[in-house]
C-alpha cells in the first residue's frame, strides 16, 4: 500500500475514532427506539449485583414466547388469518429452537411474521460497550471484548440494547457479497498499522453484528450459490470465516428467511446443505376466510375517506375471484397489496369526487371501482394466452365480485319498491362526480331504502347522504347484474344510468 493511501486510511480511522460514543438518557440510532432506562446497571460489577442471568436467544425466545401463551396473548400480532395454520407452526419452531424458512407466495405477510418475532425478545439486553458484535457482558468472544473485560473486570462500561436494534434483515439481491453478510478485511484497521494476520483488522458483515438476536434473510433463493455456502457455518457451527482467518466465533442468533415456493423447490436455487440447516420450513398462505381478507385490508390499507363496509367486501371479494381465476398465473400468487390498493384507491375516487363538486362527505361507491381496476393491472401477473384481455378479466372479475357481494347481503331483502319505481320509468344516473345528494334527489323518497342500508351495512350504521346513496348504488348494480334492471353507459366515461328503455 503506498504512502498516500496509508495516509487517506489514517484519516478515516481517526475521523471514526472522533464519532461520539451512545450516552445514557440520549437516543440510540434508531428514531423510535425509547430511551435506555437509567436505573439500569451500566458495569459489569454493577449487572452481577443486580442478579441479572444470562440466556442465549432462543432460550430467550423460547420462554417469553412460553409466556405470552399461558397469557392467552397473541404472540404475532398484526398478521391475519394464521391462528389455525401458520402460527401453531411457527411457535412450535421457536419452542424447538430451529431456525426456519417461511415459504409462500409474495404479499403473504412473511417479512411482516418475521417481525413480529423481535416482541418475543427481552426489551433491554445489556452488551459491552463499544462492542461490534453486542456481545454479553458475562461471555465476551471478541479479542476485544476478551481484552477489555480483562483490563477493567467489574468496571467495564456496559450498554443496553433495545429490542428493535437485535434484528436485522437484508434482501438477497445478486450483488449481495460475502463481505455484506459475513466480514471482509477492514483498510483502515490495516491503516493503523494492524498486520493483515490480526483478527481485528475484520469489518465485521450484518449476520455477525445480528449477535444475540434475529437475522432474516428476504428471497432466500435470489442468493447467490457462492453467497449461500458463506451461511453454512453460521447455521451449524455458528462461526464464521473472512478470507481465510479462522475465527471462532459463537455466534447467538436466531436466522430466518423467506422464499418464495417456486424458487425453493422447483428452480432448486437454494443450495441442499443449506435447506437442510434449517431446522423448520413453514408454508404460510393468504387468507382462507373471506372474513380475514377483509380484516386485513382494513388493517393495511390507509384511506383517506370512508369505503363502507360492504365494498371493502367486494374488494376482499374481487381480489379471492383474481388468485382463483385460470387467466392468472397461479405461482406467482396475488399478493395482499393488491386488495389494499384497490380499496386505497375506492377512497382516492371519493376524495376526487368530493374536491371536485364540494361533497362534505367524501363516500366511496361501488361505481368507483371500474375506474380504478386498470391501475391494479401491474399487480396481477396473467398467463400468456391471456395477453391483451387483462383488463377485460378483471372488470369481469370486479362485477362478479358485487354480484356475490348483493347476493349475500340483499338476496332476502324486499327490493321490490325500487324495482317498481325503475319499472315505472324512472332514471338514476351515477358516476364518479355525480354527488350523493344528487343520487338521491332522482330517486326521491323509495320505500325500503333503509333495509338496503342496513343489510350492507349493519344495525348500528348510520344514514347519512353519502352512505345511503352507497348502499343505494351497490343495490342498483346488483339488480342490473342479476338482470332485474337496465343499464346504459354514457359515452364518454364516468357515467351510467339505471332505468330507462
Given at each position: 500500500?503506498?504512502?498516500?493511501?496509508?495516509?487517506?486510511?489514517?484519516?478515516?480511522?481517526?475521523?471514526?475514532?472522533?464519532?461520539?460514543?451512545?450516552?445514557?438518557?440520549?437516543?440510540?440510532?434508531?428514531?423510535?427506539?425509547?430511551?435506555?432506562?437509567?436505573?439500569?446497571?451500566?458495569?459489569?460489577?454493577?449487572?452481577?449485583?443486580?442478579?441479572?442471568?444470562?440466556?442465549?436467544?432462543?432460550?430467550?425466545?423460547?420462554?417469553?414466547?412460553?409466556?405470552?401463551?399461558?397469557r392467552g396473548d397473541d404472540p404475532f400480532p398484526g398478521v391475519v388469518g394464521i391462528e389455525d395454520t401458520v402460527r401453531p407452526q411457527l411457535e412450535r419452531a421457536i419452542l424447538a429452537g430451529h431456525d426456519l424458512v417461511l415459504l409462500g407466495e409474495r404479499g403473504q405477510g412473511k417479512t411482516r411474521l418475521l417481525r413480529t418475532m423481535i416482541g418475543l425478545l427481552d426489551e433491554w439486553t445489556p452488551v459491552i460497550e463499544g462492542s461490534e458484535l453486542n456481545e454479553h457482558p458475562y461471555e465476551p468472544i471478541s479479542v476485544w471484548a476478551k481484552r477489555?473485560?480483562?483490563?477493567?473486570?467489574?468496571?467495564?462500561?456496559?450498554?443496553?440494547?433495545?429490542?428493535?436494534?437485535?434484528?436485522?434483515?437484508?434482501?438477497?439481491?445478486?450483488?449481495?457479497?460475502?463481505?455484506?453478510?459475513?466480514?471482509?478485511?477492514?483498510?483502515?484497521?490495516?491503516?493503523?498499522?494492524?498486520?493483515?494476520?490480526?483478527?481485528?483488522?475484520?469489518?465485521?458483515?450484518?449476520?455477525?453484528?445480528?449477535?444475540?438476536?434475529?437475522?432474516?434473510?428476504?428471497?432466500?433463493?435470489?442468493?447467490?450459490?457462492?453467497?449461500?455456502?458463506?451461511?453454512?457455518?453460521?447455521?451449524?457451527?455458528?462461526?464464521?470465516?473472512?478470507?481465510?482467518?479462522?475465527?471462532?466465533?459463537?455466534?447467538?442468533?436466531?436466522?430466518?428467511?423467506?422464499?418464495?415456493?417456486?424458487?425453493?423447490?422447483?428452480?432448486?436455487?437454494?443450495?441442499?446443505?443449506?435447506?437442510?440447516?434449517?431446522?423448520?420450513?413453514?408454508?404460510?398462505?393468504?387468507?382462507?376466510?373471506?372474513?380475514?381478507?377483509?380484516?386485513?385490508?382494513?388493517?393495511?390499507?390507509?384511506?383517506?375517506?370512508?369505503?363502507?363496509?360492504?365494498?371493502?367486501?367486494?374488494?376482499?371479494?374481487?381480489?379471492?375471484?383474481?388468485?382463483?381465476?385460470?387467466?392468472?398465473?397461479?405461482?406467482?400468487?396475488?399478493?395482499?397489496?393488491?386488495?389494499?390498493?384497490?380499496?386505497?384507491?375506492?377512497?382516492?375516487?371519493?376524495?376526487?369526487?368530493?374536491?371536485?363538486?364540494?361533497?362534505?362527505?367524501?363516500?366511496?361507491?361501488?361505481?368507483?371501482?371500474?375506474?380504478?381496476?386498470?391501475?391494479?393491472?401491474?399487480?396481477?401477473?396473467?398467463?400468456?394466452?391471456?395477453?391483451?384481455?387483462?383488463?377485460?378479466?378483471?372488470?369481469?372479475?370486479?362485477?362478479?365480485?358485487?354480484?356475490?357481494?348483493?347476493?349475500?347481503?340483499?338476496?332476502?331483502?324486499?327490493?321490490?319498491?325500487?324495482?317498481?319505481?325503475?319499472?315505472?320509468?324512472?332514471?338514476?344516473?351515477?358516476?364518479?362526480?355525480?354527488?350523493?345528494?344528487?343520487?338521491?334527489?332522482?330517486?326521491?323518497?323509495?320505500?325500503?331504502?333503509?333495509?338496503?342500508?342496513?343489510?350492507?351495512?349493519?344495525?348500528?350504521?348510520?344514514?347519512?347522504?353519502?352512505?345511503?346513496?352507497?348502499?343505494?348504488?351497490?343495490?342498483?348494480?346488483?339488480?342490473?347484474?342479476?338482470?332485474?334492471?337496465?343499464?346504459?353507459?354514457?359515452?364518454?366515461?364516468?357515467?351510467?344510468?339505471?332505468?330507462?328503455?
Amino acid at each position: 500500500m503506498g504512502v498516500g493511501k496509508r495516509v487517506v486510511f489514517a484519516n478515516f480511522a481517526k475521523y471514526f475514532a472522533c464519532l461520539p460514543k451512545q450516552a445514557y438518557g440520549q437516543r440510540v440510532t434508531d428514531h423510535q427506539t425509547p430511551l435506555i432506562p437509567r436505573d439500569l446497571p451500566t458495569t459489569l460489577g454493577a449487572l452481577r449485583t443486580s442478579g441479572h442471568e444470562h440466556r442465549n436467544v432462543k432460550d430467550e425466545l423460547r420462554e417469553n414466547l412460553v409466556e405470552v401463551l399461558r397469557r392467552g396473548d397473541d404472540p404475532f400480532p398484526g398478521v391475519v388469518g394464521i391462528e389455525d395454520t401458520v402460527r401453531p407452526q411457527l411457535e412450535r419452531a421457536i419452542l424447538a429452537g430451529h431456525d426456519l424458512v417461511l415459504l409462500g407466495e409474495r404479499g403473504q405477510g412473511k417479512t411482516r411474521l418475521l417481525r413480529t418475532m423481535i416482541g418475543l425478545l427481552d426489551e433491554w439486553t445489556p452488551v459491552i460497550e463499544g462492542s461490534e458484535l453486542n456481545e454479553h457482558p458475562y461471555e465476551p468472544i471478541s479479542v476485544w471484548a476478551k481484552r477489555r473485560v480483562a483490563e477493567l473486570g467489574d468496571e467495564t462500561p456496559v450498554s443496553w440494547l433495545h429490542r428493535s436494534q437485535r434484528y436485522n434483515e437484508k434482501l438477497a439481491t445478486p450483488d449481495t457479497s460475502v463481505g455484506d453478510l459475513i466480514g471482509d478485511v477492514d483498510p483502515v484497521k490495516v491503516a493503523e498499522g494492524r498486520t493483515l494476520g490480526d483478527p481485528e483488522t475484520v469489518h465485521y458483515g450484518l449476520v455477525p453484528r445480528t449477535n444475540r438476536g434475529i437475522f432474516a434473510i428476504n428471497e432466500l433463493p435470489d442468493l447467490a450459490e457462492r453467497i449461500q455456502v458463506s451461511l453454512l457455518n453460521v447455521l451449524e457451527e455458528r462461526d464464521i470465516q473472512v478470507r481465510g482467518y479462522a475465527l471462532r466465533l459463537p455466534l447467538d442468533l436466531m436466522l430466518v428467511a423467506s422464499a418464495n415456493p417456486e424458487d425453493y423447490t422447483n428452480r432448486g436455487r437454494i443450495i441442499t446443505p443449506l435447506k437442510d440447516r434449517f431446522g423448520a420450513e413453514i408454508r404460510t398462505h393468504y387468507p382462507l376466510r373471506l372474513a380475514d381478507e377483509v380484516a386485513l385490508i382494513r388493517q393495511e390499507a390507509a384511506v383517506r375517506a370512508l369505503v363502507p363496509a360492504h365494498l371493502l367486501e367486494v374488494v376482499a371479494r374481487f381480489t379471492r375471484l383474481v388468485r382463483e381465476s385460470t387467466a392468472v398465473d397461479a405461482r406467482s400468487g396475488v399478493s395482499a397489496r393488491f386488495a389494499v390498493a384497490a380499496a386505497e384507491s375506492l377512497a382516492a375516487s371519493a376524495l376526487r369526487r368530493a374536491a371536485i363538486t364540494g361533497e362534505t362527505a367524501a363516500v366511496a361507491r361501488v361505481g368507483d371501482l371500474p375506474g380504478v381496476v386498470p391501475t391494479l393491472r401491474g399487480k396481477v401477473e396473467f398467463e400468456v394466452s391471456e395477453e391483451g384481455r387483462e383488463e377485460e378479466i378483471l372488470i369481469h372479475l370486479q362485477r362478479r365480485a358485487v354480484a356475490e357481494t348483493f347476493r349475500a347481503h340483499l338476496g332476502g331483502v324486499d327490493l321490490s319498491a325500487l324495482i317498481a319505481r325503475i319499472d315505472e320509468g324512472d332514471t338514476i344516473e351515477v358516476g364518479d362526480l355525480v354527488t350523493a345528494e344528487s343520487m338521491l334527489n332522482q330517486l326521491g323518497p323509495v320505500d325500503g331504502l333503509g333495509r338496503i342500508v342496513t343489510a350492507l351495512e349493519g344495525e348500528s350504521s348510520s344514514e347519512s347522504p353519502g352512505l345511503v346513496a352507497s348502499a343505494l348504488e351497490t343495490a342498483l348494480e346488483g339488480l342490473y347484474l342479476t338482470r332485474r334492471i337496465s343499464k346504459d353507459e354514457v359515452p364518454g366515461g364516468g357515467r351510467a344510468v339505471y332505468g330507462g328503455a
